[in-house]
């Protein structure tokens, strides 16, 4: 924000929340079978009214009235198309697919309801929504991927990276699979998804299956290495002439916590039951991300952030 805008800024009341803010709570503990037989099928006497959700989320805001609403990542915050089966909201999706767009509907009507009744209570003067994927997503009842019809401002890819505000997206390039059936690091997810594990895997469950898909391998040691050059020039300027820069960042993106704790692992090293008693401390693959040193967990990474 420039200099000049910020004494406005300060002058503005502001609420930073997300969408678990907008499920009612109980307002009286009470035991389910209790909660059942005093509703009688009706509204649940014990659950906070739209009104004081609404006075809970913004007390922070006061009396003020006429919300401005900033959706962040705003591609989750939409209503769904009225009418229409099951299968028209969720055609061909089975399995985790399939259970994560419903959850993804369910939490999109909660942010949307709940904005509904801050606009009861309080009025909404207007709401920005603001998404690098201004599209509807699998289970909103619309194509996948169709754009927002409420698209009002663009700003490519391409000039945020040339502005400095994000950071530069990178794919593996050195496609040394062999395969003959096409690149397979173009779309790796889809030569990969069968081989890792489904959500919600206990770690224990994961103990025998520390390896991960030949595929996966060979695309974090091709970008590592693209990785460890950057970070090896950002040293030698650092060394030179130091500016307190930070290191170039290294990020791997999973569909589930399972999976992101198998490619952790891999990156940075793991702990395994040894023969006897104890365990054995297991360095990572990727040398400037490993956590252990000397058959140790080293106390602080070895090269690159971590």
């Not at 503005?12 to 109980?26: C, E, G, P, Q, Y």
């Not at 469950?205 to 950057?230: C, D, F, I, M, V």
């Not at 401390?281 to 956590?291: A, I, K, M, T, W």
Request: proline share 7%; net charge neutral.
């Amino acid at each position: 924000m420039p200099p000049e805008e910020r004494e406005r800024l300060a002058h503005a009341k502001i609420v930073i929340t997300n969408f678990h803010s907008f499920l009612r709570r109980d307002r009286v503990k009470a035991a389910k079978v209790t909660k059942q037989l005093l509703a009688d099928g009706g509204p649940n006497p014990f659950q906070e009214t739209p009104e004081q959700m609404v006075r809970r989320v913004c007390r922070a805001l006061g009396t003020k009235k006429g919300i401005v609403v900033l959706n962040d990542e705003a591609h989750h915050c939409y209503r769904h198309r009225v009418g229409g089966d099951e299968a028209d909201f969720f055609p061909a999706l089975k399995g985790e697919d399939r259970q994560a767009a419903k959850e993804r509907e369910e939490h999109a009507a909660v942010w949307v309801s709940g904005l509904e009744a801050v606009n009861a209570k309080l009025g909404v003067k207007s709401v920005f929504d603001l998404s690098a994927t201004p599209f509807f997503l699998s289970g909103s009842g619309y194509p996948e991927g169709t754009l927002f019809p409420w698209v009002v401002s663009d700003f490519s890819l391409i000039d945020a990276i040339e502005a400095g505000l994000v950071k530069v997206p990178r794919v593996p390039v050195a496609d040394d699979t062999g395969a003959t059936g096409g690149p397979v690091y173009r779309n790796l997810w889809a030569h990969i998804r069968e081989d890792l594990p489904k959500k919600n895997v206990r770690e224990q469950e994961l103990t025998g299956q520390r390896s991960l898909p030949a595929a996966l391998e060979g695309a974090l040691h091709s970008l590592y290495s693209n990785y460890a050059k950057s970070y090896e020039a950002w040293r030698s300027r650092e060394a030179e002439q130091p500016t307190g820069s930070t290191p170039p960042v290294f990020i791997v993106v999973c569909n589930n916590t399972s999976v992101s704790k198998l490619v952790f692992d891999y990156v940075a090293g793991w702990e395994k039951p040894a023969a006897g008693e104890g365990s054995v401390c297991v360095p990572g693959e990727l040398g400037l991300f490993s956590n252990v040193a000397d058959g140790e967990w080293s106390s602080r990474p070895s090269g690159a952030t971590k």
